[in-house]
């Protein structure tokens, strides 16, 4: 249940990284810090709530441990520069700034489930084009965007998840689901997945991924896909 994300939780630890009156980086450090803990669904959850994040990053030192992510009340303005997380199947990251989905997170999050983006500044139904490359997510709250009150929003955001099941703590009915491909067709938009690869070797592929892994922000990681990536024609 999509209540999941916000019952039972732990209390908040009496952590020095709690008492934060300036935005830091998060670091390896601080995520070495923060609180783990098995939640009441048997899940492991990392708690990276409350320290002025203004941006994702080193989330690899996780190595892929986590079913749930809890990034909420930072001054996140990004979603994206996540590290492959097959194991993740929420993430919660309300209360920040975002106002961005950045394209292909099917190939951070390929098997994510629950995405929990309340009072966040999305404002526009384009900004939302990219939830298209999460075909797995089954739960979404928006609840506190601009973007929810926009016309047709509900359907347009069930047009481009196939398999959502509750959007806004409300469930998706069948009659919606019909009337959202009626008018918006099954998604306008391929997720990363399906979007045919150039051919790259092993040995390209892994310099690559280490120059992304060692990039110390979102421009730097732009400008690697960019200028060492092959394109596809």
């Known amino acids: 249940l999509f209540v999941r994300s916000f019952i039972h939780r732990p209390p908040v630890a009496p952590s020095h990284c709690r008492q934060v009156t300036s935005m830091v980086r998060l670091t390896a450090d601080l995520i070495g810090k923060c609180p783990q803990y098995t939640n009441p669904l048997k899940e492991r959850e990392i708690d990276l709530r409350g320290h002025k994040i ?7 030192v996780l190595e892929d441990g986590f079913d749930s992510v809890d990034l909420s009340d930072n001054e996140i303005t990004v979603l994206g520069n996540m590290p492959v ?17 950045m394209a292909g997170l099917y190939q951070s999050l390929p098997t994510i489930e629950c995405l929990v983006m309340h009072n966040n500044q999305l404002k526009e139904l384009k900004e939302l084009e990219t939830l298209a490359d999460l075909p797995s997510l089954q739960r979404l709250s928006l609840v506190g965007n601009v973007v929810t009150r926009q016309p047709d929003y509900r359907l347009f955001v069930i047009s481009k998840l196939p398999k959502l099941k509750q959007l806004d703590f409300k469930r998706v009915r069948p009659a919606e689901r019909e009337a959202a491909v009626s008018k918006f067709g099954k998604g306008s938009v391929t997720p990363a997945a399906a979007i045919p690869q150039a051919s790259i070797s092993d040995s390209e592929k892994k310099r690559i991924t280490d120059l992304i892994k060692n990039a110390k922000s979102l421009e730097e990681i732009k400008r690697i896909e960019e200028q060492e990536l092959p394109s596809v024609h």
Do not use: A
């Open 54 to 60: 203004p941006e994702i990053e080193n989330l690899g």
């Open 85 to 101: 997380m097959k194991r993740c199947k929420t993430i919660i990251i309300h209360n920040n700034k975002i106002d961005k989905v």
